[in-house]
């Protein structure tokens, strides 16, 4: 079986660092520090199985990055958690409205991650 | 004619001139006054011009004979006594003489004492006759009924007024008792004493009501006097009355209308007065004794009008009293009255001459007390006295208008230099150039309650005559006076409150942010150190000695994060409190930014911006907390390093400029956008810039500001949007 492959894009190291061990485990984890960094993987063709989006990110953030991909026939389809520390009401509605298909609040369990994506991955 | 007997005047007709000479002496002697005449002719002359009171008439004379002058007297009916003088003593003559109406015939050669005993008696005799006939003639005309009776009250005599008043003519009473006059109206008293009186023969005085044939009842005034034969014995009663019915009636009309005139004004509350020409008082009505406390006997004992007055009024009653005689109007009736007992009060006071025939009589008035109208006219003037004040004391400007017209009829002293314009001028000015000229078309806020004519408040802008807009919440309220509409408005300027209303706005949006901020900085570390540290106790087994390194040095740096966003939080609510407290202490800068700047070489390093410091200027001392100074360091040198993009350059001078420590952070990036260099040293407040989101709390400046002004420095910022900014940090030097 292939290994899942899954695009983390947080301008956090210390973030980047704490998901790509936790789920290194078990995926092959591709790393993005910022939105335009994760444009250019997918561009590059690398083909991700799942996104772990940021909202709150210099540059493009989360939203935009989201709006844009799901506008691309070619990653439509591929599903999307985003995170944030932010907890401004309607923050969620936005993003899930905007495609994402899963949204976590900062700090969360690690393992209850893990089992979101299992479920998005079934 | 009459002439009293002694100056008679006797005219002799004789044709003899020797007879009437000597006749002449005869009746001379006597005391008579002669006249004499030769002829009958002259004779009816002198009788036609009533020149004689008898005569003498000799009956044979040539031409015109004495018989045809005694025919002649008698049937012109003359009544003068004709004595015949005859020669003859012819019996039948002298029987057709007397006969004819001669009162006597006498035969010559005449008897002097015969003569003198006739022509007494012709004379007194004619005298008495003419006499009775006077006094019937006045009884017969006399207005007043007479009757006379007999001592037993039987009619001998009714005069024409009788028949006329009573209805009774002469016939039906002459014979009859007086008492079939009687009404039965009055007692048997009232008769027997008018009986009695008579009878004693006094004279009898009073009114009877008595009843006519007809059996109407009047009313009669009479005089009842005995008629005595002698000196005792009463023959007849004379009774003249007169019809009095009408009289009384008018007179009981008149007492009634007088009675309803007391009546009336007894019932005035104000006192009315009546006083003589000689100015006493005559009259009161109740209420005129009981305001002014005299009682009756004082008018009677003179009361002085002027008394109903003080002392001081008495010469301007006097002056009005003569000018209201005089015709002219007076035009102020106020003055001070007086009761008897001293006590005043102000009064009206109107009168009106009084006149009988065009004759002035005195005085009719009355009296206002006008105490109450006083008071109120006091409290009216003290209650306008305290709005006027109240008016002008009112902190806000106030303006009254025409509800009408819009025109500016009052203002207040504040309302002057609130809108710039001069009393003058807003006297001619309409209240909607008070506004701008957006909103004067539309009813203004100040006249916009009016037609409900209620009380309302509003907010809008007005404009001042220097053309400022001031924000202005205004209350108008409606009312009248004098028949005038009005409309009151008053402006609260609202500009401040409105500012502050923005601001605290603006404050609860930073903070709102500000906790979205601040949550969003603790989550992250917060995040890092819960999943590291999760990560370790669950794979610690696992991991390899530099891996778990590698974790706990990120746990350090998320902490140490986490310490330092915390720390920021404290330090300004500390500032906000007010608590906080400096060490000061004199200090060297240099010693205290390159410390600083240590720190910050590393994240510059990380973020590859190039930091030059320039930190060698000596001998520079401060009076300042160096933790403080660190801060300020940190934050500005931070901040440019934060906001310089890649490959950008931050330098840091310190310098000595006179008595002053300068320190400038220069950098190349970004810059601050034109409208938000004011605010960025205001607490939360966060440059946004599109697309990108910079870490921060938005306190860093705003600490920088508190900790420079609290040690009398100063710092300044220079931009230009695009081209980099410049900090410039003064400190005042250390003086020992």
């Not at chain 2, 050669?109 to 006094?135: F, G, H």
């Not at chain 2, 000196?231 to 007169?242: G, N, R, V």
């Not at chain 2, 078309?441 to 309650?449: L, Q, V």
Request: charged content about 30%.
């Amino acid at each position: 079986m292939r290994q899942s492959r899954i695009l983390v894009v947080d301008d956090s190291p210390s973030i980047r660092r704490l998901l790509s061990h936790n789920l290194g485990k078990k995926f092959k984890v591709l790393l993005a520090e910022n939105a335009q960094g994760a444009l250019d993987l997918l561009d590059q063709g690398q083909m991700p199985d799942l996104m772990i989006v940021d909202v709150a990110m210099p540059g493009m953030d989360g939203f935009s990055f989201v709006d844009r991909i799901r506008k691309d026939s070619t990653y439509n389809a591929v599903p999307l958690i985003m995170l944030t520390a932010r907890d401004k009401s309607g923050d969620k509605e936005k993003g899930l409205k905007l495609g994402a298909d899963d949204y976590l609040t900062k700090p969360f369990d690690i393992d209850e991650l893990g089992e979101r994506i299992d479920r998005l991955l079934a | 004619m009459e002439s009293p007997i002694e100056k008679a005047v006797v005219l002799i007709v004789d044709d003899s001139a020797t007879m009437r000479t000597l006749t002449s002496h005869v009746v001379e002697r006597l005391g008579y006054k002669p006249l004499s005449v030769s002829n009958g002719d002259e004779a009816i002359g002198q009788v036609t011009a009533g020149r004689c009171d008898a005569l003498l008439l000799d009956i044979s004379m040539p031409g015109k004979s004495g018989m045809e002058v005694l025919r002649y007297i008698v049937e012109n009916d003359y009544r003068l006594p004709v004595i015949m003088i005859s020669g003859s003593g012819d019996i039948d003559q002298a029987v057709q003489c007397i006969k004819l109406g001669a009162y006597e015939y006498l035969t010559k050669p005449i008897d002097n004492s015969r003569l003198e005993i006739t022509l007494k008696n012709a004379l007194s005799e004619s005298m008495l006759k003419q006499r009775v006939r006077l006094l019937t003639t006045a009884m017969e005309q006399s207005p007043v009924s007479v009757a006379i009776t007999d001592i037993k009250g039987r009619i001998e005599y009714i005069n024409p007024a009788f028949s006329r008043i009573s209805g009774y003519s002469m016939d039906e009473v002459i014979g009859k008792k007086i008492n079939i006059l009687k009404s039965g109206e009055h007692s048997d008293a009232f008769y027997k004493n008018l009986w009695e009186t008579v009878s004693r023969g006094e004279v009898w005085q009073g009114e009877f009501l008595n009843k006519k044939k007809n059996g109407e009842l009047l009313w009669e005034q009479a005089v009842i006097s005995p008629i005595k034969n002698n000196k005792h014995d009463i023959s007849h009663f004379l009774a003249l009355k007169e019809d009095i019915t009408e009289k009384k009636k008018s007179r009981e009309a008149l007492a009634e209308s007088e009675q309803r005139f007391r009546e009336l004004s007894d019932l005035l509350p104000q006192p009315v007065f009546e006083a003589n020409r000689d100015g006493y008082v005559t009259y009161f009505n109740r209420a005129g004794y009981s305001v002014f406390g005299y009682k009756q006997s004082d008018l009677r004992n003179g009361l002085d009008a002027m008394f109903m007055y003080v002392p001081g009024e008495r010469a301007k009653v006097r002056k009005n009293m003569k000018g209201r005689l005089d015709g002219k109007r007076v035009e102020n009736h106020e003055y001070i009255a007086q009761r008897k007992n001293g006590t005043t009060f102000p009064a009206l006071v109107y009168y009106a001459p009084i006149l009988k025939k065009d004759d002035f009589e005195g005085l009719r008035g009355i009296v206002l007390d006008i105490t109450r109208r006083k008071q109120a006219e006091k409290t009216l003037l003290d209650n306008q006295k305290k709005y006027r004040n109240l008016f002008h004391a009112i902190p806000d400007p106030v303006i009254v208008a025409d509800a009408d017209t819009g025109a500016i009829v009052q203002w207040n002293r504040r309302a002057l230099p609130f809108f710039g314009y001069k009393s003058v001028e807003l006297s001619s000015m309409m209240v909607a150039s008070l506004y701008p000229e957006n909103i004067r078309d539309k009813p203004p806020a100040f006249f916009r309650k009016q037609g409900r004519k209620k009380r309302g408040s509003v907010e809008t802008k007005i404009l001042t005559k220097n053309g400022f807009l001031v924000d202005v919440a205004v209350s108008s309220a409606f009312f009248e006076t004098a028949g005038q509409k009005r409309v009151l408005g008053i402006f609260r300027d609202i500009s401040e409150q409105k500012k502050s209303e923005q601001l605290i706005r603006e404050n609860i949006r930073l903070k709102n942010d500000f906790i979205a901020n601040v949550s969003h900085e603790l989550r992250s570390p917060l995040f890092s150190i819960l999943g590291f540290t999760s990560t370790l106790l669950r794979d610690r087994d696992e991991l390899d000695h530099e891996t778990i390194g590698e974790f706990l040095g990120i746990i350090h740096e998320e902490s140490r994060r986490l310490s330092s966003l915390i720390e920021d939080v404290l330090t300004i609510s500390r500032i906000d409190s007010g608590k906080i407290a400096y060490k000061k202490n004199s200090i060297d800068p240099a010693t205290i930014i390159d410390s600083a700047c240590k720190s910050l070489k590393i994240r510059a390093e990380e973020k590859h911006v190039e930091l030059f410091l320039d930190l060698y200027e000596s001998d520079l001392l401060i009076y300042a907390d160096p933790d403080a100074l660190k801060q300020v360091a940190v934050n500005i040198i931070g901040n440019a390093i934060k906001f310089t993009p890649e490959g950008g350059k931050v330098s840091v001078t310190l310098s000595r400029n006179h008595d002053t420590m300068k320190l400038e952070v220069d950098d190349n990036g970004p810059g601050i956008p034109e409208k938000d260099i004011e605010k960025i040293f205001e607490k939360f407040y966060r440059v946004e810039r599109p697309g990108e989101e910079i870490e921060g709390t938005g306190l860093g400046l705003p600490i920088v500001k508190e900790i420079i002004l609290a040690h009398n420095g100063s710092v300044d910022v220079k931009s230009r949007n695009g081209f980099g900014s410049t900090f410039i940090v003064r400190f005042p030097l250390y003086r020992s």
